[in-house]
């Protein structure tokens, strides 16, 4: 509670404001420090109550000006500034990038070139991580975190068997994924994600490298005993403004005839379903 009051009040400070919305957090703050009058819904502060305000952030924090400090970063972070690095906002391990490698590739981590064996990944510290020795790799990006511990099981196509597989992150680590990302050679990225409206459209936003879908793309269907039961009609219609935008990215492109196909079959396979399932993977750009 003491992070989530702490950033009410260091927004409010730092953004020049004198209003806030009476919520939860703003309740027990204004409960705790009798700051602020409340009138239709809103917490109005005088110069008094800001410095009241400011005064009870540092005490909350052990010393932390809401004016001039942060509680984003990690514990490492925190810990330089506060006797409680608890209070840091970033995850123990959301900052770190999630990899495995493949066949004969290799990634460097502090000048040790070194790579993963099945079944295993690396989790690093984004500026641990050789990245000009990465734009010289084969780098695929892996949209669901659940696929890789299986990794090696991505039947890759022949010339992108030996690569870098990057989760593309869900936390702070996200940020990272996206630098390396924009300064990746387009010849040397491939992007891995579901089959559906949302994972096509977030792979064409990209802009660059080639896209990884089933090399049966054109065969598949809702009816199909032999799929298993993988396209999930259900998860497609809860995709639809998913694939209003990728009508749009599509149009008069080499892949307005995938698009077709996915939306007049309502196609949507997850990445766990292909992998599964030993589906072959082909690429397309």
Known sequence: MAADEFGAIERLLKKGRRT?????????IHDETGAGIITNNQLLFTPGDLRRLREYAKYLTNGLDPLTDTLKGTRMDLAEKTSDEKLASDSVFGALLVLATSGEARVTINGQVTNTPPGAVLSVRAEALDTEALKQCRLVIIENGSLMPHWQDIR???EWRDSVLLYRGHRENMRHVRKLIAEQPGENLALYYDF???????ALSMGKGTILIPVAWAELNNESDT????????AYRRQTKAMKRLRMLSEGTD????????EDRELAVMQEHMTVRDWDLTTRC
């Open 156 to 158: 890759l196509p022949t």
């Open 227 to 234: 799929l298993g039961g993988a396209p999930q009609r259900n």
């Open 196 to 202: 559906d409206p949302e994972g096509l459209e977030m």
């Open 255 to 262: 892949w307005e005839p995938v698009v077709k196909i996915m």
């Open 20 to 28: 806030a919305r009476v919520s939860k957090v703003w309740q027990r």
